[in-house]
């Protein structure tokens, strides 16, 4: 039934959502709490990714609410704390991994139930493919400052 299907979307898009909530949240305490003479770059880059997750968290809310006629969440996942560089850097590539993995779902979930959302399957694909896009440049990048290769980052 299309309404289950709806209620099933719309739990998995708010998952997300209370993910980019914690995300924009986490980065830019992280942000606040490194230091050093080389971490001004670092702190802008961080800052500049809190405002992509809040971009994101914004974009779940509209599919949510308006392409599924759905509530979208208002709490966010457990934020995690960290204070070194090394530390923040490893948080947050494990997070934007677990964010992929649950974009992914959500890509496969819109994907195999095309016929179901006959008005609103390109804006959901669209929106969702982008912020998977988005979510592995941040991984990349993370991973440069870190100065980890791609085999480190996979087992994280």
Not at 93 to 103: C, F, G, N, S, T
Request: glycine share 4%; proline share 1%.
């Amino acid at each position: 039934m299309v309404n289950d299907f709806f209620k099933e979307l719309t739990e998995l898009l708010n998952k997300a959502l209370e993910m980019e909530h914690q995300a924009n949240i986490q980065y830019l305490s992280h942000a606040e709490v490194i230091d050093g003479e080389t971490c001004e770059p670092i702190i802008t880059r961080l800052n500049e990714i809190a405002g992509d997750e809040k971009e994101h968290a914004a974009k779940l809310r509209s599919l949510i609410g308006d392409f599924l006629d759905g509530v979208p969440a208002i709490t966010m996942t457990k934020a995690r704390n960290a204070r070194t560089i090394k530390e923040i850097l490893k948080t947050n590539l494990e997070d934007e991994k677990k964010a992929v993995d649950v974009y992914n779902k959500i890509l496969k979930t819109i994907s195999d139930n095309k016929s179901k959302l006959s008005y609103n399957f390109w804006k959901l694909e669209h929106d969702v493919r982008h912020i998977i896009i988005d979510e592995q440049e941040h991984i990349a990048e993370l991973r440069r400052i870190a100065g980890m290769k791609l085999k480190e980052v996979e087992k994280l």
